[in-house]
């Protein structure tokens, strides 16, 4: 009977010290999903873009340049369409990644002069019909949310029309609509907040150069032996304030 005792008492003690360690033992917390960043994501945007556009134009006589200027017009508008990317997180707070964006654009200016000049006019229009990046991203991590840096190449399509007529240069007139391929850059910054595990909203900046084309390049005669030459470039450069929604997966 005793030795009957001594053994449930062995059992009773083994009970509860086992249960007292299992209570003690740390249990570790699930993994955070706010804190992954890693893989590949597609997304929507729509923002509004503007700045400046800068004609720089040059007049030649007899190929020697005579007369130069610039005619700056203030351009504004709004764009939308998506981006793909990939992410990879490098340690706990940072992040890598490439991202490629193609927007459509209504991004344009207007330019309309009536000179006092024998009847002089000049009037034009430009829009970015649309443009894309392909650009890296460097970000920083902190529980949902993510800011980063980004820069990377900028393209597009740019369409011009204009109508000039200059009477006192031999009643010199010109007029056409041109469309130009566009290659430059484009940097910014943003931030992007997870909403859940794959859905996450972005606010971001950038700002894109499209390089310059040539709008015009022709020849003239005023009356006189020499032939003239009138050269006209576009250069367009624009900020842009855009949200989105990226889905990863």
Known sequence: MKALLVAAGIVVSAVVVSSSAFAAAPVA???????????????VNAGLGGGTFSYPWMLFDNADPFL??????????????????????????????????????NINDEVSAD????????????????????????????????VYGTAGL??????SGYSIDIPPLGNFSAADSVTSSAAGWAAGAGIEYKLTHNLSLKTEYLYVDLGKQKLLDTFFNTGDDNTDELSIDQKIAFHTIKVGLNLGF
């Not at 917390?29 to 997304?43: F, M, R, T």
């Not at 024998?118 to 392909?134: I, Q």
């Open 29 to 43: 917390p699930p993994a955070s999903w706010v804190d992954d960043w890693n893989g590949a994501y597609i997304g």
């Open 154 to 159: 900028a393209f597009g399509s740019v369409k």
């Open 68 to 105: 130069s200027g610039t005619v700056n017009a203030q351009a504004f508008g709004a764009f939308g369409g998506g981006q793909i990317g990939y992410n990879f997180q490098i340690a706990p707070h940072w992040v890598v990644g490439i991202e490629g964006d193609l927007e459509a654009s």
């Open 115 to 146: 000179e006092n000049l024998y009847g002089s006019s000049v009037s034009g229009k430009t829009t970015v019909d649309w443009f894309g990046t392909l650009r890296g991203r460097v970000g920083y991590t902190g529980d949902r949310w993510m």
